[in-house]
């Protein structure tokens, strides 16, 4: 116990004294909460619109006035050929076409339906699709609309009608910030634990440090965890500093337990840097541990559902991801601040990640050989 | 010119013999290339939803067949009251619930309106809003289907263009490439030239008879073909595994692969110029290079919805330029008349890097 004391004060000697580190450590968690929260956003403020009008006719103009009030949607240009159009899509000046064909009016009251020619932009396919939504709503509305016009010009009775009710829960103002200010969060813990505690270890290779340690009546156990506490603490303090600023800047809620969640980083914590030290053991040189640490970690965050819903993954990748600490800390962590999940909704992931977090650690003791 | 071959090929031993090194070079690519093409999805289907029926009647049923039928939505629970929907929509996988409240069938009889709640969890906006907006569509629909009279209905024919069926790979390739040639040209670069100058063998090659000119060049040299194997690889695959094609003249893409190449690597020898240690320059490339091609480029989050600010810091980023290129060429099949701007860019932003590390790079031993 004595001896876990004095590693842990020399660790954290050398973490203060290495200026580059202690500079990061403050101010990395500053930079990415200012700087690349507001950045990560697929909100979508506006829908560059080109409108090809080949009707003309009181109706048709309704619906281009509609449009235009439409928050969503800035009618970048107007024209009356679609090949026109076209170009300005290639051009990249209009993400929506939409062409209303001659005859439009004429056909939609005698004959009872139009048709409307809508050519979207699909290389970005979320976007494109939250495009079509709202053309489509737009739309529909605008039809509900001239439909009840017309109807009121002749006594019939009305026809039933359902209203949806749509509530945001979680999120009311459907602000993108709070989304990710959680999960920029997650990635930077995810960064402490396994990059620093892994290289810190390294460099004691690297340097030759470690020999002179293998010398000393150090045990095993002791050594990996004067590896492991400092950056724990490390991490946490980070978190909280992160979860403060987030809070001042973007109003970020906190609805859940502070303690669990805690105690949940706690648990990701030893088991990223159980992954860490055990990677380690493969490097011989800083440089040599950071490439192994970008593969891994690029892979861990990019599966980890942080951009993309982790529910919309094929089953086998979701399958891949109980092995990934990430995806439990990305999920977890958003769970809890946003939705304020309580012990008894997140128990699972709970067990999980201990079962992880003890298995790694066990692996890297167990690959730590005392000698030279 | 021997001299140069010879130090070239030592270089390249260097490369090959390291496993480390070769998992940056070619591990990341198909790794990042697979995961994009088969994990991440960004479009909605089958969302799971929850359904809280109390009024049970023939409306409900019918319109509740309708979700369950939608490509978007699949129906997984039913619940007996309200008062489970928080649980439900807490603990994760259900993403929106229906509420009919007990008199729906009745109110829509008598009174000729009813109303459905769609509870949908924002806590991740863009789903929030694409879910609900779906579901206003589909009960609009129904409600269509409800009216008597048949009359004035506007039709909406959707197409899809450059990605009719909205596959994934249409817009992460072209990032990816993006991504992968800044990653291996401008961060080994730097790493490999402040290396040399870390452990103090710079100074060994600069009393070598090699010229400074001829160190760089063998030190860039290899990570130009390397990663010119890294475009032809990326393309080989997502053509292969994800059908991707190239639409514009494959020769005019190479071309402008190359020049975003030649940029990236004096970008790295710029790096390399103002950094004194490995650490720094593996700072400088991740920090100050892969953040912003990756946040500001354009390539996961659209740039035109970012503040102002960041669009204009966006148009000092390199790939920012480039994907414009390359998604014109292979997506969209448009050819050096509507990229010209672009590339012309590209070129001025090599040569200003290009001069400002020639006066930077020290030639004398300090």
Known sequence: ?372 | MHRLLSFTKKEFLHIFRDFRTLIILFGIPVAQIMIFGYVITTDIRDAQIAVVDQSHDEITARLIDQFDASEFFNITRYLNSPDEIGHVLRSGHIKQVLVFEPDFGTGLIRNGTASVAIITDASEPNTGRLLASYSEALVARFNQGLSKTNAMKIIPMVRMIYNPTLENEYMFVPGLITLILILICALMTSITITREKEFGTMEVLLVSPLRPIQIIIGKVAPYLVLAFVDVLLILAISNLFFGLPVKGSVALLLFESILYIGLSLSLGILISTVSQTMQQAIFISLIGLMLPSILLSGFIFPLENTPLFYRIVSLFMPPRWFIIIIKNIMLKGTGLKFVWKETLVLIAMTIVFISISAKKFKIRLE
């Open chain 1, 1 to 372: 116990m004595q001896r876990l004391k004095y590693l842990l004060q020399k660790e954290f000697i050398q973490i203060r004294r290495n200026t580059f580190i202690a500079r990061a450590i403050v101010m990395i968690p500053i930079a990415q909460m200012l700087v690349l929260v507001p950045v990560v956003t697929f909100d979508i403020r506006h829908i560059d619109l080109c409108v090809v009008d080949q009707d003309l006719s009181p109706l048709s103009r309704q619906l281009v006035t509609k449009l235009q009030g439409a928050t969503f949607f800035r009618i970048n240009k107007a024209t009356f050929s679609l090949r026109e159009a076209e170009n300005a899509m290639d051009a990249g000046k209009a993400d929506v076409i939409l062409n209303i064909p001659d005859h439009f009016e004429r056909n939609l009251i005698k004959s009872g339906a139009a048709s409307l020619q809508v050519l979207i932009n699909g290389i970005n396919g979320s976007m494109a699709q939250t495009s079509m939504a709202y053309l489509s709503g737009v739309i529909m509305d605008f039809n509900r609309k001239i439909v009840m016009e017309h109807i009121a010009l002749k006594p019939v009775v009305p026809s039933p009608q359902i209203n949806p009710r749509t509530r945001y829960w979680f999120n009311p103002e459907l602000d993108y910030k709070i989304y990710m200010a959680p999960g920029i969060l997650a990635v930077l813990v995810t960064a402490i634990g396994f990059l620093l505690s892994g290289l810190n270890l390294v460099r004691e290779k690297e340097m030759g440090t470690s020999e002179q340690i293998n010398v000393t009546p150090v045990k095993k156990h002791e050594f990996i965890l004067g590896k492991m506490i400092p950056f724990m603490i490390i991490g946490i303090v980070d978190l909280a500093f992160g979860l403060v600023l987030a809070r001042l800047v973007y109003a970020m809620p906190f609805e859940g337990s502070l303690p669990l969640l805690f105690g949940f980083v706690l648990i990701f914590l030893i088991s990223v840097m159980g992954l860490g030290l055990f990677l380690s053991m493969f490097a011989n040189t800083q440089q040599q541990y950071l490439f192994i640490c970008f593969f891994f970690m690029m892979i861990f965050n990019l599966m980890s559902g942080i951009f993309t819903p982790a529910d919309s993954m094929p089953v086998w990748a979701q399958h891949v991801n109980l092995f990934n600490p990430a995806a439990y800390f990305i999920r977890v962590i958003r769970m809890i601040i946003l939705k304020g999940a309580g012990f008894t909704d997140i128990w699972r992931d709970i067990v999980r990640l201990s079962l992880l977090a003890v298995s790694t650690t066990v692996f890297a003791s167990l690959k730590y050989q005392k000698t030279i």
